[in-house]
């Protein structure tokens, strides 16, 4: 699976964006998929994660209850809606596919074989 993320900008804070990711590639729809982002000078952190099938997701504790993580099989997509944007969301976003079919959702980045390219994520204060 290839992934394509997009859908990043700035915006101020409190307000809202939509990543998606698009893959390529016939199995997309057995596999997890999660969103993770690195700011400068840090590492890379888990964001959210989704079920293959859509009914399992697992967030970071400090995007709970702002963000969605969602997917469409039928279309290969998996997005992250992003309300409540604070400046420490500030990062370069990427959608991952995890390394094992089926299974849960881990929240690791190793258990993420794929990455997409990243999409900037800018929240002025």
């Known amino acids: 699976v290839q992934l394509q993320a997009s859908g990043g900008g700035m915006v101020q804070t409190g307000g809202s964006l939509r990543l998606s990711c698009a893959a390529s590639g016939r199995t997309f729809s057995t596999f997890n998929m999660g969103w993770f982002r690195q700011a400068p000078g840090k590492e890379r952190e888990f964001v959210a994660a989704?079920?293959?099938?859509?009914?399992?997701?697992k967030y970071a504790d400090s995007v709970r209850d702002r963000f969605i993580i969602s997917r469409d099989n039928a279309n290969m997509k998996v997005y992250l809606q992003m309300s409540r944007l604070k400046p420490e969301d500030t990062a370069v976003y990427f959608c991952?596919?995890?390394?094992?079919?089926?299974?849960?959702?881990?929240?690791?980045?190793?258990?993420?074989?794929?990455w997409g390219q990243g999409t900037q994520v800018t929240v002025s204060s």
């Open positions: 991952a596919v995890a390394a094992e079919k089926y299974g849960p959702p881990t929240i690791a980045a190793d258990g993420y074989s794929g």
């Open positions: 989704i079920g293959w099938s859509g009914d399992r997701t």
